[in-house]
């Protein structure tokens, strides 16, 4: 065996390996409205994504809830349009995860879903969570009020 | 105020809560996720099921020669390999069909993932200290792609014959042996690099242990009777098991009958005594539909390839719309209607290769 060492060995960065965020992302995505499996497999993509760039996206985590959801909606979007009519009598695919408040999240409309699990389910600030949406400052801390607002309301006798 | 913000407080305390009950199953590694395509979206999958098809069902059916005269290793499975918990479900990695040669090393643990596309098929394995080898394997010679250069390379023996090595940068750079086997396809095999002599020597042992995966070819015959002029049929005589409809797909498009499966119809007319039919879309104008009929059994559909019901005006006619034509496999009856006897030549031959 010929062996020629590497000129240069790089170093291996421990970007992608913290499990931790990606507990959260998982759970950001399951609470977006994703099944267990869908939110596993469009993460999975996300992170191709990001390995297949030249560089590590600078807010790592946005940009990985950011392409993740975009992922697990495109295929949502696909499967609805092509699922058997046999199978839309009675049966749409519903996520299997339980409980009131998650129900309740995943009612709001997708912006407001995604401005308030940004900041409160992965732990953004209004700043980060603007840049990895694309829309300003302020329109996340709105958003985030309005969906406070309606989860208040809608759990007001919960809570 | 507060009070507001406390309750905002205790529903994010609770979102949080009830999402720290899923079970969040284990994670793939990523930075080890090979190129082809790891744990793709299901639609992706399904997308490319005609070609993953065409291979895998042209590959079953072909005769493949016995094992070469691959050395046995001293460290040598038997049989097929398991499926890891945690991979892709195993109805897709069967619906890959198998490679025309498969490691047999102790050293691999399980099948992560299998993908067909093309004339090449690849697998990710995982090995025993839990890092993912992806194997590549193509038919025709390797396609000419811009890549990057390598940050080293050399030659290494596999069996007498001189396979090529080389390491790929990346965040986490790539061993990669390459190399061919004798009248054999094209092979890759890939791993995340951490030592550089250990795992080459990892790689050569793997790809000496590569042996070729033999598949008896069913034989076909067609019947002695055609039965009337206006009928033709074939059945393809030494199938004993079911088939399945995807499977019928695959030999048309392995025989270059470009085809899939069709949404349900709205209400099914079902013929033959048939329990089931799927509908077949075939991308041939001159083909005026074509069906799969399904039976319980293969005796079932054996007995209604009779066409005691066509035959026997008291049961009933059925018209056509032109020259319909009657296959029988397994335990289903593909009934397809043309006038071009050609092109019902070429999907006979196809479907009773």
């Given amino acids: 065996v010929n062996v020629v060492t590497s000129p240069e060995p790089r170093s291996q960065p421990t970007t992608f390996d913290d499990e931790e965020r990606y507990r959260r992302l998982f759970r950001a995505l399951v609470a977006v409205g994703a099944s267990r499996e869908g939110a596993g497999d469009a993460l999975q993509d996300a992170y191709e994504k990001a390995l297949r760039r030249a560089e590590v996206p600078e807010h790592l985590e946005g940009w990985l809830f950011v392409v993740a959801q975009r992922q697990w909606r495109r295929h949502h979007l696909r499967q609805r349009l092509f699922r058997p009519l046999s199978a839309a009598r009675g049966q749409a695919s519903r996520p299997s995860e339980s409980g009131v408040v998650l129900a309740e999240v995943r009612k709001l409309p997708i912006r407001q879903r995604q401005v308030f699990i940004a900041r409160h389910v992965l732990g953004l600030s209004n700043a980060e969570t603007a840049r990895a949406l694309g829309i300003a400052d302020g329109t996340v801390s709105a958003t985030n009020n309005h969906a406070l607002r309606s989860l208040r309301t809608r759990l007001g006798g919960e809570q | ?353």
């Fill in chain 2, 1 to 353: 105020m507060n009070r507001q913000s406390d309750v905002d407080q205790r529903i994010v305390d609770r979102l949080n809560a009830e999402l720290s009950l899923i079970a969040i199953p284990a994670r793939v590694a990523s930075r080890t996720a090979p190129k082809s395509g790891l744990r793709s979206a299901a639609f992706l999958t399904a997308a490319l099921a005609v070609l993953v098809l065409m291979i895998g069902g042209f590959r079953t059916l072909r005769e493949i020669p016995a094992p070469n005269d691959s050395p046995a290793t001293q460290s040598q499975r038997t049989g097929p390999i398991a499926r890891c918990s945690d991979g892709r479900p195993q109805a897709e990695i069967d619906f890959a069909g198998r490679m025309l040669w498969e490691p047999t090393a102790n050293e691999i643990s399980c099948v992560f993932n299998a993908t067909v596309s093309g004339p090449g098929a690849s697998r990710v394995y995982r090995l025993a200290d839990g890092r993912f080898l992806g194997m590549y394997e193509r038919v025709e010679s390797l396609p000419v792609k811009p890549t990057v250069a390598p940050n080293a390379t050399g030659s290494a023996d596999v069996n007498g014959a001189t396979w090529s090595w080389s390491i790929l940068p990346g965040r986490g750079q790539t061993l990669l042996l390459q190399g061919s086997l004798a009248g054999a396809p094209v092979i890759d095999l890939s791993i995340e690099l951490t030592d550089q002599a250990a795992d080459l020597r990892l790689l050569r042992t793997i790809a000496t242990s590569l042996h070729q995966v033999v598949v008896p070819s069913p034989k076909a015959t067609l019947p002695a009777s055609v039965g009337t002029p206006t009928l033709a049929a074939a059945t393809e005589g030494s199938r004993r098991g079911p088939v399945s409809t995807a499977e019928i797909v695959a030999r048309l498009n392995a025989a270059g009958v470009g085809s899939r499966i069709s949404s349900p119809a709205p209400s099914r007319l079902l013929l033959f005594n048939a329990t089931d039919e799927d509908l077949v879309t075939v991308d041939e104008s001159a083909i005026k539909g074509f069906v799969v009929y399904r039976y319980p059994s293969v005796a079932a559909a054996a007995s209604a390839f009779r066409l005691d019901a066509v035959q026997d005006p008291g049961r009933g006619t059925v018209s056509y719309v032109a020259k319909p034509y009657f296959v029988g496999i397994g335990d289903a009856l593909v009934v397809f209607a043309t006038n071009d006897e050609a092109l019902a030549r070429r999907v006979i031959a196809a479907l009773v290769p």
